[in-house]
């Protein structure tokens, strides 16, 4: 079945400098991957995600990019702020209900 | 507010006893997921329903726990005799089949058995 790996597990950077995050995935077949974030007692949020006939994403501060050959994709955070400090979830699928998630990466913006 | 809404959002049972979750999520979607999430993990995969349909089960769902969506609009998930690894964050996500929506989640129920 599909495995998604998540690194780093922790990262910490100071504000106003860029965050990324990479997810590799092992099953060539999945065709969507969104990436969530989680504030303390709530809920994951999604925040961007891509799908397979698409390279790269962005969305203001935030974009993903996509290497279907590798199988990885990764999250881009620019000029961090406080409020992007959070647990970070990437997921992999074919269909909503078989989202694969990763371990998370907690992020720590310095202030 | 119009997102997925989930009560209660705290619980405290002695083991032994049985839970009950509501789930009301976004009114225009059509499938209602059940997800379970433990500290420092990703949300795993419980059961999902499309409109009163249950679809797909888990092999973490075991007989005690088991969810309806009567009427294909809120949703409860019920565990029976709580053991203290039930303990964990119950997160409910919804989305629209067909139009490529992305699974919204409400801010959960986390229950902890003593």
């Known amino acids: 079945g599909e495995n998604v790996e998540q690194h780093p597990s922790t990262l910490s950077v100071q504000e106003g400098d860029s965050a990324v995050i990479k997810c590799t995935y092992s099953?060539?077949?999945?065709?969507?991957f969104p990436w969530y974030k989680q504030e303390l007692g709530k809920g994951p949020q999604l925040i961007i995600d891509?799908?397979?006939n698409v390279g790269e994403k962005k969305d203001q501060r935030i974009a993903v990019t996509l290497n279907k050959t590798a199988k990885h994709f990764s999250l881009h955070i620019t000029e961090t702020q406080p409020e992007d400090s959070a647990v970070y979830f990437c997921?992999?699928?074919?269909?909503?209900?078989?989202?694969?998630w990763g371990a998370g990466t907690k992020l720590i913006i310095k202030p | 507010d119009t997102g997925v809404s989930q009560n209660p959002r705290h619980k405290i049972t002695k083991r032994g006893q049985n839970v009950t979750f509501r789930c009301d999520p976004i009114?225009?979607?059509?499938?209602l997921y059940w997800y379970r999430q433990t500290l420092g993990q990703g949300p795993e995969f419980l059961t999902y329903?499309?409109?009163?349909?249950?679809?797909?089960k888990s092999r973490l769902l075991s007989d005690r726990f088991s969810a309806e969506r009567p009427k294909g609009s809120f949703s409860t998930l019920e565990i029976q005799r709580t053991e203290q690894g039930d303990s964990a964050m119950y997160l409910c996500?919804?989305?629209?089949?067909?139009?490529?929506?992305?699974?919204?989640f409400g801010n959960g129920t986390r229950l902890t058995v003593t």
């Open positions: 997921a992999v699928s074919r269909e909503a209900y078989q989202l694969i």
């Open positions: 009114s225009e979607h059509n499938r």
């Open positions: 996500a919804s989305d629209f089949l067909g139009g490529n929506s992305p699974l919204h």
């Open positions: 891509i799908r397979s």
């Open positions: 329903f499309q409109n009163e349909a249950q679809l797909e």
């Open positions: 099953d060539s077949a999945s065709n969507y």
